[in-house]
């Protein structure tokens, strides 16, 4: 068999199996170039959308569901389009606790009266009798037992002996002792810096150091132990002394 020409090899591949790709291949070039040549047509048209579906997240109506808890879900008009359709959460304002309200006074006038004023002290006389002498610390007195002109710092009130004494004011009991000229003494202080004391008792006081007295409280009785006053008849010797100075114990004694 003689050997046949390229070409006539190349029509019959044309003709048979040759003649079906090559139909494939024109069908191929024409949709594909009917594809580019509606792109051409259309440059505006949008790219397909996602096949996801619609990824935006739509908010349920805050009022159709009642007061939402943590605030009120707004759009701010004023903000950028892009930004629209976000959510805004707003905090409600925190509300200032009540002070209450100081109701003023009037000038001058104290708002409280933490502490009530002292009550004023009772005074009362020791023993009820005579003065004999008076208290006389700037002129010069008669001493009957010394017999010359002296001052005398205190009272001497006539009272029998054995008379209770008593205490003029409420105070505590500072010192019980015996002067060598004054006899047995007793001393009380009544506070503000005023002190009392009462000499010529007899030997044994009924009261001590330390104990707290009130007016009227029994000190003693009316001795003879003063011997710097044993020439005036039976008496107390009553002085009063006021911040270290001797003062007249008749300016506290009340009115007889």
């Not at 199996?17 to 170039?33: D, N, P, R």
């Not at 010529?200 to 001795?223: C, M, S």
């Amino acid at each position: 068999m003689k050997n046949r020409s390229f070409v006539e090899k190349l029509g019959d591949f044309v003709l048979g199996k040759g003649f079906y790709i090559v139909l494939f291949l024109c069908v191929a070039t024409i949709g594909i170039s009917g594809y580019y040549l509606i792109r051409t047509m259309n440059p505006n048209q949008q790219e397909a959308e996602p096949t996801g579906g619609d990824t935006s997240v739509v908010l349920p109506d805050s009022e159709a569901n009642g007061p939402d808890p943590v605030g009120t879900l707004t759009q701010d008009p004023g903000k950028d389009t892009q930004t629209a359709g976000k959510a805004q959460v707003e905090t409600p304002a925190p509300k200032d606790d009540p002070q209450p309200v100081k109701q003023p006074t009037q000038t001058g006038e104290p708002e409280k009266q933490d502490a009530q004023k002292p009550a004023a002290m009772v005074f009362t006389w020791p023993v009820k009798g005579e003065v004999l002498r008076d208290f006389s610390v700037e002129t010069l007195a008669f001493d009957p037992t010394l017999g010359d002109w002296r001052t005398h710092g205190g009272l001497d009130i006539a009272a029998e002996q054995g008379v209770k004494v008593l205490a003029m004011a409420p105070g505590t009991v500072t010192q019980v002792y015996d002067d060598g000229l004054m006899g047995t003494t007793v001393i009380l202080d009544h506070g503000d810096g005023l002190t009392t004391l009462y000499c010529n008792l007899a030997g044994q006081p009924a009261v001590k150091a330390g104990d707290a007295v009130e007016t009227g409280t029994i000190l003693g009785a009316v001795g003879t132990t003063a011997i710097a006053e044993s020439g005036v008849d039976s008496h107390l010797h009553l002085e009063a002394w006021k911040n270290g100075e001797p003062v007249d114990p008749m300016e506290y004694l009340p009115a007889k």
